[in-house]
């Protein structure tokens, strides 16, 4: 594999210079022989001063900030420019640009299952940018092209490693575990992306959804499932709160009630804090037993 190994290049503006100067020292010369006078091996020296000095432009290059030259001559790998600036390298090799800036994409919504086997959609926005230029530009043929496509393959085998809900406390899921998620897609992705010269700075989920063919059945399950948790919540609450109204009641003593008469308030106070419906009062107008 090819590995990035960075150059400087010539300052581009010592070059202007020169370039600029070549000329105007030929031109110079020439006058100074008298024109027509001038040795032939003297003008031919000229004429080639010039052509040089044309070919010499070619080899200036600006490099912006957070941008990288890819510097090829006759096919072979010269090197890297990262210097921002006006620089000047050799005028016979190509130089390809590479931008270094942090890049994201959102990729589609993918169709896949889950760990128990449930229809899902899911999609990612993956954070990245290139860090080896010699590695993106030769190890693949297109890099955002790679980086799109191996994005959304780790996405696919992230998916069917977690289950949508969990089922017990402590069990990781797609939908609870979303830093744990995140960062077993991160390492999915980079796993993939680093013969590309590509390096993942952040990789989240931004779309998470049954797939519509059970997503009612899914929703009926949720229901329920939060129903039975409040209840549960609520039936421990009641009976905190009657166990707390009998030890007031008979620590004051308000009322001396036997065992018959404790259940009978057990089972009215229950009635009343778990239903789901306010209750409606009976006033006894007779004594306790009546």
């Known amino acids: 594999m090819l590995k990035e190994r960075v ?3 010539l300052s581009g503006w010592t070059m202007v210079a020169i370039l600029v100067a070549a000329p105007i020292a030929g031109v110079a010369g020439i006058a100074a022989l008298g024109g027509d006078d001038a040795p032939p091996l003297f003008a ?6 010039f052509i040089l000095d044309v070919i010499g432009w070619r080899g200036l290059t600006i490099v912006n900030p957070n941008t990288a030259r890819v510097v090829l001559l006759f096919g072979r790998y010269q090197g890297t420019l990262k210097t921002a600036g006006l620089r000047w390298v050799n005028p016979f090799t190509v130089r390809r640009l590479v931008s270094l800036k942090v890049r994201n994409f959102e990729s589609g919504k993918l169709k896949v299952n889950d760990l128990i086997g449930n229809p899902i959609e899911i999609a990612a926005i993956v954070v990245w940018r290139v860090v080896e230029t010699a590695e993106a530009m030769f190890e693949v043929n297109d890099y955002e092209h790679f980086v799109h496509v191996q994005s959304e393959s780790a996405l696919r085998t992230m998916a069917t490693t977690f289950p949508y809900d969990a089922h017990e406390d402590g069990d990781l899921s797609l939908r609870g ?3 744990e998620v995140s960062h077993r897609l991160g390492q999915e992705i980079q796993e993939r992306l680093a013969t590309a010269g590509v390096h993942v700075i952040e ?3 931004s779309h998470l959804a049954y797939a519509p063919e ?3 059945a899914m929703l009926r399950r949720q229901q329920a499932t939060a129903i039975i948790a409040a209840r549960q919540k609520i039936v421990e609450g009641a009976v905190g709160m009657v166990e707390m109204a009998l030890e007031q009641l008979s620590a004051k003593k308000v009322v001396h009630l036997d065992e018959e008469r404790k259940a009978t308030m057990v089972s009215n106070l229950l009635v009343v804090l778990c239903g789901d419906r306010d209750a ?3 006033v006894n107008a007779g004594s306790l037993y009546q």
């Open 44 to 49: 031919a020296g000229i004429v080639l001063l």
């Open 203 to 205: 990789a989240r989920i």
């Open 214 to 216: 059970i997503a009612n």
């Open 7 to 9: 150059i400087t290049g």
């Open 280 to 282: 409606q009062p009976v």
């Open 177 to 179: 575990s979303v830093s």
